[in-house]
């Protein structure tokens, strides 16, 4: 089984920062890319950062220059540093992970989420 396990939300005044954190564990071969997500309330889920295993990053418009997505390779742990933050900001956190797995003699890609983070920024 994998898992991922997210911390680091908080309740923090805009302008601040937040360091996101997401640690995978379980029965991984590989990790082809981990991204941030987020979930306001009465909205749908979306992408905030992606980081592709060949190390290329990608930013929502709406935090580009303030976000930062990161991973430590050897301890399978994603970042999201969170500057500037703005009470749009404010939503459930969530990490998703796309890893490879051998299983049965047969490698497949899977898809796994973290259990997600509250993040809430006072105006």
């Known amino acids: 089984q994998v898992q991922l396990v997210e911390s680091g939300g908080g309740l923090v005044q805009a302008g601040g920062s937040l360091r996101l954190s997401c640690a995978a564990s379980?029965?991984?071969?590989?990790?082809?890319?981990m991204d941030w997500y987020r979930q306001a309330p009465g909205k749908q889920r979306e992408l905030v950062a992606a980081?592709?295993?060949?190390?290329?990053?990608n930013y929502a418009d709406s935090v580009k220059g303030r976000f930062t997505i990161s991973r430590d390779y050897a301890k399978n742990t994603l970042y999201l540093q969170m500057n500037s933050l703005k009470p749009e900001d404010t939503a459930v956190y969530y990490c998703?992970?796309?890893?490879?797995?051998?299983?049965?003699?047969?490698?497949?890609?899977?898809?796994?989420w973290g259990q997600g983070t509250q993040v809430t920024v006072s105006s």
């Open positions: 980081l592709t295993g060949g190390g290329t990053t």
């Open positions: 998703y992970c796309n890893a490879r797995r051998l299983r049965f003699g047969i490698r497949l890609d899977y898809d796994y």
């Open positions: 379980g029965d991984i071969e590989s990790i082809n890319h």
